[in-house]
């Protein structure tokens, strides 16, 4: 579990400093008064599509082995840590967590326990152990491999989620590794919810909880959204 927890920092911080960059460039074209930083979250979600794309674009070319690994994440982090205004950077990820009520943190820290058990049991789901731990193995161990779709259709569907989920596949920690960028996202989103949720100043406005906890409720009780996410590589 501990190893599980690592590997979502390192995933998040991988991410969160290819989404800097991006919002960096982007607030650079804007005047000054229209400047913004988005909502860490979603920074993220930014950084891992960028990691999708820089992976699936080079996998035509290279296998996702380590030193495909390096290229791609090893930039992030030092952009993360070495960049201008890295210290306002880190000071708004504390303040995001700081203005979470005490309900909020106690609700979070359940969903994310919930979320890391099953994130780090074996995988049982069908269709990961029938095509998708394939497809990724293909895209970590071969470049594109033409005529792959005709061993079997599902061969051919690979995506950018499948090439995140070559690079970010450390094997040498459980057996589960498949699937812990699935886990770390559905955390992401958790994250999200209670954050925009639980603030400090608005945890007992009903109005403002009422929304988010039915969301909570849905995305909990439905299979597909949350369960699924975190216990498979769908």
């Known amino acids: ?93 504390r303040a995001y967590f700081s203005a979470i009520s005490w309900p909020g943190l106690l609700l979070l820290g359940t969903c994310l326990l919930m979320i890391a058990i099953l994130n780090a049991s074996p995988v049982v789901h069908p269709d990961t152990l029938m095509y998708h731990a394939q497809s990724i193995k293909w895209m970590e161990q071969y470049s594109s491999v033409p005529g792959l779709a005709h061993l079997s259709n599902e061969l051919g569907m690979q995506s950018l989620y499948f090439a995140n989920q070559a690079l970010f596949r450390f094997q040498f920690i459980h057996s589960s590794d498949l699937i812990f960028l699935n886990g770390c996202m559905a955390a992401w989103f958790i994250i999200f919810v209670v954050a925009n949720s639980f603030k400090n100043k608005e945890s007992r406005q009903l109005s403002k909880l009422l929304p988010s906890l039915l969301l909570l409720a849905f995305t909990l009780l439905s299979w597909t959204q949350l369960r699924l996410t975190a216990a498979s590589a769908s």
């Not at 995933?11 to 960096?24: N, P, Q």
């Not at 804007?30 to 960028?50: N, R």
């Not at 495909?68 to 950077?89: E, K, T």
């Open 1 to 93: 579990m501990l190893l599980l927890a690592i590997s979502w920092i390192y995933i998040t911080c991988v991410a969160m400093g290819w989404g800097k960059l991006f919002s960096d460039l982007i607030n650079r074209c804007l005047p000054s008064e229209q400047k913004h930083f988005p909502d860490l979250m979603m920074v993220c979600l930014a950084g891992i599509s960028i990691t999708g794309w820089l992976g699936f674009s080079l996998s035509i070319f290279a296998p996702l082995n380590g030193w495909m690994h390096s290229l791609i994440c090893v930039p992030a982090i030092l952009y993360l840590l070495l960049s201008h205004g890295n210290r306002i950077f880190f000071s708004t990820v």
